[in-house]
């Protein structure tokens, strides 16, 4: 069965360093999502991308965030100059439609832990 | 402010009994509401979900419910294995232009033998 892959499982920065998140999502899905989830917290939703640009943006994607999708087949998170609070698990999720009843399939996401 | 508040916080229960896990929210105008199960490290994974029309709908053990009116949704666990030991998310969506979705913080399930 098709699957939403990211890597790394697990990125461990200093403060200030600049990360990128890679997300594979499933092969013919367009919509492409970003989440974040503080430890012991809910998710949150970061971004929605579609044709290549931003669909829809929450609070926290700030320009401290941004995301790109440098080929068929990568969904990238960059966040530049990261903080302690960034520490979180971030999830990539993709769906085959942006209709607000389409399933989306989340990967199974990477803790980035900053010191 | 759109929110989902979920109960219990936890739960403990036997291998083989049932449960059942409560979601209110305040997302208006409404949309659809979903259950997902999150696994320990692992993102979260659709169970069901419903549209203001309906009330009730089932995946295997797991039957979500809905009332639109009193804005309220249950999702009931038949016969608990020790793999239902997770958390059970409960995400609204509204509708009127945005799709961006209210997460509640979940029920943490843990299932003994």
């Known amino acids: 069965e098709p699957e939403v892959t990211q890597t790394p499982s697990h990125q461990v920065t200093q403060m200030g360093q600049e990360v990128i998140l890679r997300c594979v999502p499933i092969?013919?899905?367009?919509?492409f999502y970003w989440y974040r989830q503080i430890l012991g917290q809910k998710v949150e939703f970061l971004v929605s991308?579609?044709?290549?640009?931003?669909?829809?943006k929450s609070e926290i994607f700030d320009d401290q965030f941004s995301v790109e999708r440098p080929d068929g087949s990568n969904f990238t998170l960059k966040i530049r100059s990261t903080k302690l609070e960034d520490s979180a698990m971030y999830f990539c999720?993709?769906?085959?439609?942006?209709?607000?009843?389409?399933?989306?399939?989340f990967g199974p996401g990477t803790r980035l832990t900053v010191l | 402010k759109n929110q989902v508040e979920q109960s219990p916080q936890s739960l403990i229960i036997l291998e083989g009994k049932n449960c059942t896990l409560q979601?209110?929210?305040?997302?208006?105008?409404?949309?659809?509401l979903r259950w997902y199960k999150q696994d320990t490290g692992r993102g979260p994974v659709s169970l069901t979900i419903?549209?203001?029309?309906?009330n009730t709908k089932s995946n295997g053990r797991y039957t979500a419910t809905l009332d639109a009116d009193t804005k309220q949704s249950s999702l009931h666990i038949t016969a608990s294995q020790l793999s239902d030991s997770a958390s059970y998310i409960c995400?609204?969506?509204?509708?009127?232009?945005?799709?961006?979705?209210?997460f509640g913080r979940g029920t943490s399930l843990i299932v003994h033998p």
């Open positions: 991308f579609y044709n290549n640009e931003i669909s829809e």
């Open positions: 092969s013919n899905h367009l919509y």
């Open positions: 999720a993709s769906s085959g439609g942006t209709g607000s009843i389409d399933t989306q399939y």
């Open positions: 995400v609204v969506r509204g509708s009127g232009g945005s799709y961006i979705p209210t």
């Open positions: 979601c209110n929210y305040t997302v208006s105008p409404f949309s659809n």
């Open positions: 419903m549209t203001f029309s309906e």
